[in-house]
């Protein structure tokens, strides 16, 4: 092979490279125009504020329930659960005038400190109390009842 066979080759690739990334961006556009979203079905992270480099607080609606969790590279812990029909009255009012107060309808979670409950852990991500609380939260809250 002499030099414009190596230049015709690699041509040949980068023209090849330009046609799939073309192909790419055109499935993703067209993925966002039909609706699809990544992520599990009926899981929808609603807003997300950083805190720190490494936490951050979400609000998720999921399963007809909105719930401010706040995520570290360690876990998610459940802050709190929006009230019923928050999520849609937000959405109706940043239509109407582009702006919500915040914390409006926020429901405690119990063992949180707003309810006024002493927690099981202490808040420290090291601590294993704190842990255990969260998964004591998760299955209260993924539990089947009959």
């Known amino acids: ?3 414009a066979d190596d230049l015709a080759v690699l041509a040949r690739v980068v023209a090849s490279l330009v046609v799939v990334v073309a192909l790419a961006v055109l499935a993703a556009r067209f993925a966002r125009r039909a609706g699809v979203r990544s992520g599990g079905a009926g ?12 936490a951050s607080v979400a ?6 329930r909105a719930l401010v969790v706040g995520v570290t590279p360690h876990g998610v ?6 009230e019923p029909g928050v999520l849609e009255a937000r959405r109706v ?3 109407d005038a582009g702006s919500v107060p915040r914390r409006a309808g926020l429901r405690p979670v119990p063992g949180s400190l707003t309810t006024g409950e002493r ?3 202490t808040g420290s991500v090291l601590d294993p109390r704190t842990w255990r609380q969260a998964v ?11």
């Open 59 to 64: 609000v998720v609606e999921v399963a007809d």
């Open 43 to 54: 899981l929808q992270v609603v807003e997300r504020t950083g805190l720190s480099r490494e």
């Open 119 to 121: 927690p099981a852990g």
């Open 93 to 95: 009012r940043e239509a």
């Open 136 to 146: 004591d939260a998760l299955r209260e809250l993924t539990v089947r009842r009959r």
């Open 1 to 3: 092979m002499n030099g």
């Open 77 to 82: 812990t459940l802050l709190a659960e929006l």
